[in-house]
């Protein structure tokens, strides 16, 4: 049926080998750089596999910012300080509310999709913005956590622990979401996408079908999250739960392109570092550098990043058998 | 040819990586990055004064050209290469910032910030890479009352100053006062704001605060409901901690119901929008600029005032407002503490040497005595200032009235005590002389 092999998971492991041994070697500015990029692309693998399916989200940093705040507040009320733990308990937090939330936001489409979930997200800022015993605007900080008991002396060597736990975790959710994409679940995803009616006559709920993308979604969203918290080690309502932290994500995703699950991880970190070098040369005005190149983007790389990537990748492997036999002879 | 080309690629990326090239040591500039607002609502009114504020003295200092005694080139003799960053984007973003600037570029001294927030954010980072961070604005009392950070200071007054000082203006020019409620954008520093005045209120007046308080939300920018609340009231005091855009809004929209003619309204942050309002500033305004700064000490006659006021118009042609002089004053403590640090050491001064001499420093600075009291020298006190808006026709500005100064002492809880327990223990231990 599928004549293309896929290799996929080859490559996200083959990737992960290397990303685990260059972390070590490069300079710690990078160490945060990769932190943060990684974090976002976990919640971007959820928009990816929503967007498959032509919905797009404008809303979810409310479960970005529900991992975060989980990760920040179990910290500071519960003692409980292990990475494993307030990570599992970010990502349960946004999956329970994700499905509860998903029954309402399932019958939705289009527009409707993308404004509701804003709806929701918006209701979360509010709260967090009014409430002093939640931080109000200023958010509060979070310790380092220990790994598994582990503690690391050095904040650096904790972040590189987080970091490494933060791409084999990363690879996981890849892997998975991969496997769920192209199981026959996972497969309805571009044909809900395409014509609705016609899944519903194979026999298939579409409704049910894209209640549990968006619960998974919400569950890589939480995830992603207290990632983002813990790597920080601050959480606050505006860069975390406001619809401009929603927005970057969309962002994110656009520029990744839904192409691959990799795409997510590739166009994070490339959205981290155009950002950090927008600052950088225009501190009046970076805010044009990004918003120019997601124009770009949109014109020229339908695709996204991964299309280019793709793109390139084509070419070479077309060109290969030709270049290969004069190689061979000589 | 595209094992060459693979290479080129691979060879330009890591050059784009690597820090820009190692300068010689010996004539290495001190880099310094000044952060505040650049794009937003608070730029206009705060974050491009401010930046402009430091600009004018950083460049007098690589002159040598500050009024004696700081009539020294650089910082211990090394001129500072400055990079200004832009303060907006929310506290994630500033805190991924703040270590591309310590760890990627090599930033000496971070400074400035205006969010109380970013600066609660920043403080752990700032420990964890041990980096000099010298706060030049932020408003919470509590980044030195909650931790004890080794490697940062805050070169003003904490924001229970403020309110306390306007307690203290209250009982002074309007002790017939009955009641008293505010308006105050629904966030941090609002809520802080509001807290301390109460508090401060309660302690030190008879009225009674209104039960009906409006807390309408940041950037807001609409009031009319609030302000036909405020009308309502029977409370004949207003307190309001707004800046930025939203004060603006709230002095147009109040302007035109009579809402200033009515009712005696506090702005903690007035000053600010005092320049740019000019005529539209409304009269009999009690006004305060968080601190001894912009117009409040308009007149004061220290050489020092004189030059920074002179320098600051020739090059931007106005006044300096408050945040002019708050970035103005960072600047000169760093300066001060590297120079004494050369002094002593004999040499250019390492980190440690600069902090040891910032901590617990007390200079005179632009407008004002300050001395790094708090926090276990950390944190700067100051004189606190209110006065009352007049309309001078024949000058064609704004004037104050009535300008009334506090001493440090009386406005700013002692050492190693929190604000908000301090106030509500009847501020012991205030020297108001």
């Known amino acids: 049926m599928n004549l293309v092999r896929d290799r996929t998971v080859q490559g996200l492991t083959l990737a992960l080998g290397v990303m685990l041994i260059v972390s070590a070697l490069v300079p710690s500015w990078i160490v945060n750089q990769l ?161 609705e009616i016609r899944v519903e006559y194979l026999g298939y709920s579409a409704e049910h079908a894209i209640h549990i993308k968006y619960v998974l979604s919400t569950f890589l969203a939480g995830l992603g999250g207290g990632f983002m918290a813990l790597a920080l080690g601050q959480v606050d309502p505006d860069s975390m739960v406001n619809w401009t932290a929603s927005g970057e994500l969309v962002f994110v995703t656009i520029l990744s392109g839904p192409g691959s699950v990799a795409a997510p991880f590739i166009g994070s970190f490339v959205f981290e570092i155009l950002r950090t070098y927008a600052f950088e040369w225009m501190p009046h005005a970076w805010q044009m550098i990004v918003g120019g190149t997601l124009l770009i983007v949109i014109f020229f790389m339908p695709g996204g990043l991964w299309g280019l990537v793709s793109g390139v990748a084509q070419r070479l492997t077309r060109r290969r058998p030709a270049a290969a036999a004069p190689g061979a002879g000589g | 040819m ?162 306390v000082a306007a307690a203290y203006y209250v009982r002074e020019y309007f ?50 409901t609030e302000i036909s609340a405020l009308l309502l009231d029977k409370a004949d005091l207003i307190h309001s901690s707004f800046y930025d855009g939203d004060l603006e809004s709230f002095i147009f929209q109040g302007q035109t119901r009579g809402l200033f003619k009515k009712k005696q309204v506090v702005f903690t942050v007035g000053e600010t929008s005092v320049y740019r309002l000019n005529k539209r500033m409304p009269e009999g305004v009690v006004l305060g600029a968080r601190g001894p700064y912009g117009v409040i000490v308009l007149n004061r006659p220290s050489a020092l005032n004189k030059w920074f006021i002179a320098a600051y118009k020739d090059r931007f042609g106005s006044y300096p407002p408050g945040p002019a002089y708050q970035y103005a004053q960072a600047v000169l403590a760093t300066k001060i503490a590297y120079d004494a640090a050369a002094k002593k050491a004999g040499a250019f001064p390492s980190q440690d040497q600069v902090i040891a001499q910032l901590k617990g420093a007390e200079f005179e600075s632009f407008s004002t005595h300050v001395k790094m009291a708090l926090g276990d020298g950390h944190q700067a006190i100051t004189e606190n200032g209110y006065g009352i808006t007049k309309w001078d026709a024949k000058a064609g500005e704004v004037k104050l009235e009535k300008v009334k100064f506090y001493p440090a002492e009386c406005v700013n809880p002692p050492a190693g005590v929190k604000s908000v327990d301090w106030i509500n223990g009847g501020m012991k231990g205030a020297k108001c002389g």
């Open chain 2, 2 to 163: 595209r094992q060459f080309r693979k290479a080129a690629i691979a060879a330009v990326v890591a050059a784009a990586l690597t820090p820009a090239g190692v300068a010689v040591a010996q004539d290495k500039p001190v880099k310094m990055s000044v952060v505040s607002f650049l794009s937003g609502p608070a730029a206009g009114p705060f974050g491009v004064p401010a930046r402009n504020g430091a600009e004018v003295v950083i460049l007098a200092i690589n002159a040598g050209k500050l009024p004696a005694p700081h009539n020294t080139k650089g910082l211990a003799g090394r001129p500072i290469e400055v990079e200004y960053i832009d303060e907006s984007g929310g506290n994630t973003k500033q805190v991924a910032e703040y270590r591309n600037m310590v760890e990627k570029r090599g930033v000496d001294v971070a400074l400035g910030y205006v969010s109380s927030g970013t600066c609660e954010a920043l403080t752990p980072v700032a420990e964890e890479l041990k980096k000099l961070t010298v706060y030049a604005v932020c408003g919470t009392p509590r980044i030195f009352e909650e931790s004890k950070p080794q490697y940062v200071f805050r070169t003003m007054s904490h924001a229970t100053s403020d309110n």
């Open chain 1, 35 to 195: 932190l943060f990029a990684f974090s976002r692309a976990i919640v971007v693998l959820g928009l990816l596999v929503l967007w498959r399916t032509r919905l797009v989200s404008f809303g979810h940093a409310l479960y970005f910012g529900l991992g975060a705040y989980t990760v920040a507040m179990t910290s500071r009320y519960t003692g409980v300080n292990d990475a494993f733990a307030l990570l599992g308990a970010a990502a349960l937090l946004s999956t329970v509310v994700g499905f509860f939330v998903g029954f309402i936001i399932r019958r939705y489409r289009d527009i409707f999709f993308a404004m509701l979930n804003l709806a929701f997200s918006m209701i979360l800022y509010g709260i967090l913005v009014k409430t002093e015993a939640l931080g109000s605007t200023d958010g509060f900080t979070i310790e380092q956590p220990t790994f598994a008991g582990i503690a690391f002396e050095d904040p650096s060597e904790g972040k590189l622990a987080l970091l490494c736990l933060l791409m084999v975790v990363g690879w996981a959710v890849a892997v998975g979401v991969q496997a769920y994409l192209r199981s026959t679940l996972g497969r309805l995803t571009t044909a809900i996408g395409d014509n």
């Open chain 2, 175 to 224: 002790p017939k006062i009955k009641g008293y409620t505010g308006i105050n954008q629904n966030y941090a520093w609002g809520q802080d704001s509001w807290r301390d005045f109460d508090a401060a209120m309660k302690q030190l007046t008879k009225a009674k605060a209104s039960t009906k308080l409006q807390w309408p939300k940041l950037f807001q920018g609409q009031y009319s």
